[in-house]
């Protein structure tokens, strides 16, 4: 079957199972599901109910769908993304968007889990994503164009919204929330970081590290989808002081972080159509 007709059958299913009207899709990253207890549900189904949709394979990740009202929205929430790293392939990692976008999303709010680069970015803190550095091994529009859902050379320039990057941090600001801003780097994992690998990522233009965004990022260009992203850092990547770190504590780091994170993309949400509107 055709990735298109895959997707087709997929949205078909959520509509028939009461997906209506969506304001904007939220991809809920490590550790950081929490903001589903936020919203008053409409429809709940586990990813294995979904046709064609992958099943999280990682332990922290819920594998839930949700379909509600946020902040007098009706949003989307994917409770667990997909990674290159579970052995996915790129067109799997993005159907999140692709599904949410041919079910009428307005707006895709991402978040993550990732370590910090820039000495002046603390772990705890989180960081608007302005730009990043894609270093996974491939990119999700390899292959066929699929005519329907974009333009085979999707423009890269500004693939963050300026307009939901403005509210968020004027909505960061109103919550006395520390809210860095930088670029993002993914790469391919599971493994974390050599020193020599974290110099090299500071070195060029990396403020923050990770394993993921940057995919379902480069499907919201495709398909015109405006979006903006949101990294909660969980560690501090200085190559020249650099501590052992497992998942167990950068999930604790997550968790610490998480109420601030669940604000701001409450507030987000609550002032989605005047982030949309700016340019």
Known sequence: MEIIDELTEAVEFLKEKGVGRIDCSIILGTGLGALASR??????LNYSQIPHLPIATVEFHFGKLIYGELEGKRVLAWQGRFHYYEGYSMEQIVKPVRMAKMLGAKAMIISNASGSLNPEFKKGQLMSIEDHINL?????????????????FPDMSNPYHPGLRRVLAESAQQLDLTLQRGVYASVPGPHLETRAEYRYLRLIGADAVGM???????????????????????DECNPEALERVNIESILAVAKESEPDLTELIVALVGRLD???GMA
Do not use: D, F, Y
């Open 274 to 276: 005047e982030g949309l």
């Open 39 to 44: 919203i008053k549900p409409i429809l709940a």
């Open 136 to 152: 996974q091994p491939e990119g999700p529009l390899r292959g066929q164009n699929i005519e329907s859902l974009g333009v085979r």
């Open 212 to 234: 993921s965004t940057v995919p379902e990022v480069i499907a919201c260009a495709h398909m015109g989808l405006p979006c903006c992203a949101i990294s909660v850092l969980t």
